[in-house]
């Protein structure tokens, strides 16, 4: 199999793989995120009834009621914001490697062959050998490749490539690696 694929717009190429990458990041930290903000609301709710029924006489269980009150308010606000910073961290740390990595040319370079994927950028080489790959996923523009050596995929553009080029590649993936759904 020799698949020669030339990527002019590699930037936008990358961000778009690595926003497939944030979806599924995204999902899981939103919703551990949304699971915090509830329980912090519910024990507000909770916390404030119970500072609510307590007699004035008592002061000064009521001022440490209110500091939990305050304590679980806080936390849920914490957990929402750190969604949102995770999220502007992920896409700036993106832009600041793919400023690095394709600084001066906005060209890559992908041959798929035998052995494996070879990425070719001006200053930077990738390779991946088939041994090493542990699964893939097919998407609308990319089919992405999890190897064992990192922990972010490969992303081959599907539509930069012939009909038949993919249909072969697909093909072989099919038949010897995992897919995940």
């Keep these: 199999m020799n698949i020669n694929i030339e990527d002019h717009n590699v930037k936008q190429s990358m961000l778009e793989a690595n926003q497939l990458i944030w ?6 930290l939103l919703v551990i995120s949304l699971i915090f903000f ?6 507000y709710v909770y916390f404030y009834n119970m500072i609510k029924n307590t007699p004035i006489t008592q002061e000064l269980d009521r001022e440490i009621d209110q500091e939990i009150l305050f304590i679980c308010w806080l936390i849920s606000l914490m957990f929402l914001i750190r ?8 896409f700036t740390a993106l ?8 600084n001066h040319s906005n060209y890559r370079k992908i041959i798929i ?13 990738s390779f991946v050998k088939w041994e090493i790959v542990t699964g893939f996923k097919v998407y609308d523009k990319y089919i992405s490749i999890t190897h064992a050596l990192r922990p972010s995929p490969f992303f081959i553009p599907i539509y930069l490539m012939a009909e038949e080029e993919y249909k072969s590649l697909l093909f072989y993936l099919r038949s010897t690696k995992k897919e995940t759904k």
């Design 23 to 28: 979806r599924v990041y995204g999902k899981k």
């Design 38 to 43: 509830v329980l912090g609301i519910a024990f």
């Design 83 to 90: 969604f949102f910073r995770a999220k502007r961290n992920f």
């Design 95 to 102: 832009k600041n490697n793919l400023n690095q990595a394709f």
């Design 113 to 125: 062959s035998d052995e494996g994927v070879e990425g070719i950028t001006t200053y930077y080489r």
